[in-house]
């Protein structure tokens, strides 16, 4: 299939062609960074990307075998040159080096560099007709860039804006004149060009991705779109069909590229991409918009992305993070509210809970059943424990009537399990250790409001039907409670498992190594410790510091 011929028109349009941005005096060296938009873009599109650019490979290369052009021009490290040589021979092409250059390790290269010692190294090489090659080679000699780009099978308007922006003008980046060529002669908005991409899209080059060898003199130019359909058609009759799809949906995506100081920012939903551009002080903006949407593109408000489908706010990931701990609402409460409870302020109360609430959650976070709290007040320490957890059930002992009253209107579902009694009493003789308890909390300063002998069978009784005990005692005053805590147990035979702030979570040791009220007989047993709390029913608790 041939190519048409430039046209009278299309000369005359290309001659037109200004740049018509202000630059700055300094120029950037050759780099290319990626960063892709997700890890499973990645996963998605770097395998393919490379089965594109390797397709590619092969694509230029057969063109000049199918007789679509003179030549080829490539790059190679030298333990592959005698392969490729070898099967160019084989399809009656062949190889003529030109030259040596440095190795560019990553990305795509605007200018070459020439190989100094110590270099990894590169040889440029022409493949095709021996005739066409030496041809080539004289051009390469003489820096006769249109010759050469003739003999590549460039359009002849894309040789002449090749030798006009990069010989006579000394720019190294394409983009903009390509795309303002194509553009009105009156832009919508100073320094930002917007324009259907087409085959002859180049921003993808970074990566291997291109449907055409050269630089387009303009997006829409006719004799480069149809040498891309050529190429393109030719990969699929040798097999390339998938690579080959791959490649029409790149160009057809939607990618953005940005320039400003010397830097250009190229965005698709896929990948960033960074690398060296002209200088310019204001940043100018090419907008390709396309009709394919990658798979595993990003989504995003602005271009080059596509806006998602709005989930509802109450199913964002952000929402059901806060669902997991909800704001208490600070409902207004009476005096006695914290007064019942022994608190000069609901502040005080609260700021002092907070430790035990937060231990008790943690160890019932993925437990369910009975809480129990011995000497509860009016509940509002089990009705903030239990908030939000309908698998829970608050029971709570205490002495005085009033404080119960209020605990019924606190917990009004739960009146039946927030009982006034004697909790020393309903827990050794009446009815309380002939249930299961997920957790009992218990101030350890009750234990001296009654005889050793009642304290050591409440122990007894706790540990036989709960399966976790958490102890505490309030602080008289800012600061460590722990000393007096820890003096407090060690009197009822109580070994820490830890302490935290303003609270303690005591192991009841087992009842034959609970002391006797006089001094007990030597043991090997260190005091205040129990090699195995689990197996007398106590389950211990491990909290960090608060």
């Known amino acids: 299939m041939g190519?048409?011929?430039?046209?009278?028109d299309d000369t005359t349009r290309q001659s037109e062609i200004r740049d018509r941005r202000e630059l700055l005096d300094f120029?950037?060296?050759?780099?290319?960074?990626?960063?892709?938009?997700?890890d499973r873009a990645r996963a998605v599109w770097q395998p393919r990307l490379s089965r594109i650019a390797d397709a590619w490979t092969e694509i230029e290369w057969r063109s000049v075998a199918a007789g679509l052009r003179n030549c080829h021009l490539t790059r190679l490290v030298p333990e592959a040159l005698a392969d490729r040589a070898g099967l160019w021979a084989r399809h009656g092409l062949a190889t003529l080096p030109?030259?040596?250059e440095a190795r560019t390790l990553k990305g795509y290269s605007n200018t070459p560099q020439p190989a100094r010692p110590g270099d990894e190294v590169v040889h440029c090489v022409v493949v095709g007709q021996l005739s066409s090659c030496l041809e080539l080679a004289d051009a390469w000699r003489r820096s006769d860039t249109v010759e050469i780009g003739r003999l590549?099978?460039?359009p002849a308007c894309c040789c002449s804006f090749f030798e006009d922006l990069w010989g006579n003008r000394q720019r190294?980046?394409?983009?903009?004149?390509?795309?303002?060529?194509c553009a009105p002669p009156r832009p919508l908005e100073p320094r930002r060009l917007e324009h259907p991409a087409t085959l002859a899209n180049i921003l993808w080059r970074f990566v291997g991705v291109r449907a055409v060898p050269h630089l387009p003199c303009r997006l829409d130019c006719a004799p480069s779109l149809e040498m891309a359909e050529d190429w393109l058609a030719l990969g699929e009759r040798e097999g390339l069909v998938e690579?080959?799809?791959?490649?029409?949906?790149?160009?057809?995506?939607?990618?953005q590229w940005s320039a400003l100081h010397g830097i250009a920012e190229i965005k698709s939903p896929l990948l960033k991409i960074s690398t060296a551009t002209d200088a310019t002080p204001l940043e100018y903006t090419v907008r390709l918009t396309g009709d394919h949407y990658p798979e595993a593109g990003a989504l995003a408000p602005t271009f080059p992305y596509r806006?998602?489908?709005q989930s509802p706010l109450t199913q964002s990931p952000a929402f059901l993070r806060g669902m997991e701990h909800p704001i208490e609402t600070l409902t207004h409460r009476p005096a006695w509210f914290h007064t019942d409870n022994g608190f000069s302020s609901r502040h005080g109360m609260e700021q002092l809970h907070a430790p035990l609430v937060k231990v008790a959650r943690r160890h019932l976070a993925e437990l369910q059943g009975r809480i129990l709290d011995l000497g509860c007040g009016n509940g509002a320490l089990l009705k903030r424990i239990c908030q939000g957890r309908s698998d829970l059930e608050p029971w709570g002992v205490d002495l005085d009537p009033g404080r119960i009253a209020h605990g019924h209107e606190l917990l009004p579902d739960d009146r039946q399990t927030i009982l006034c009694d004697d909790f020393f009493h309903w827990m050794i003789e009446g009815p309380g250790a002939k249930r299961r308890y997920a957790l009992a909390l218990l101030m350890v300063g009750r234990l001296s409001e009654v005889p050793e002998s009642t304290a050591r069978q409440l122990l007894a009784s706790v540990t036989a039907c709960?399966?976790?005990?958490?102890?505490?005692?309030?602080?008289?005053?800012?600061?460590?409670?722990?000393?007096?805590?820890?003096?407090?147990?060690a009197r009822f035979g109580l070994g820490f498992e830890s302490l935290v702030e303003h609270c303690g979570l005591a192991i009841p040791l087992a009842k034959e190594a609970i002391p006797p009220p006089v001094e007990p007989s030597p043991s090997p047993q260190e005091p205040g410790t129990d090699p195995n709390p689990a197996h007398h029913g106590i389950r211990p608790l491990h909290p960090t510091e608060g």
């Open 98 to 100: 030109l030259g040596v």
């Open 27 to 38: 120029r950037l060296p050759d780099f290319t960074r990626l960063a892709w938009t997700s």
């Open 172 to 181: 190294i980046d394409t983009v903009w004149p390509m795309v303002e060529a």
């Open 466 to 489: 709960c399966d976790a005990l958490l102890l505490y005692r309030y602080p008289d005053r800012p600061g460590d409670p722990g000393p007096a805590l820890r003096s407090m147990a």
């Open 307 to 309: 806006q998602g489908r």
């Open 152 to 154: 590549l099978g460039f």
């Open 3 to 8: 190519r048409a011929s430039t046209t009278h």
């Open 243 to 255: 690579e080959v799809r791959w490649l029409r949906q790149l160009l057809a995506t939607p990618i």
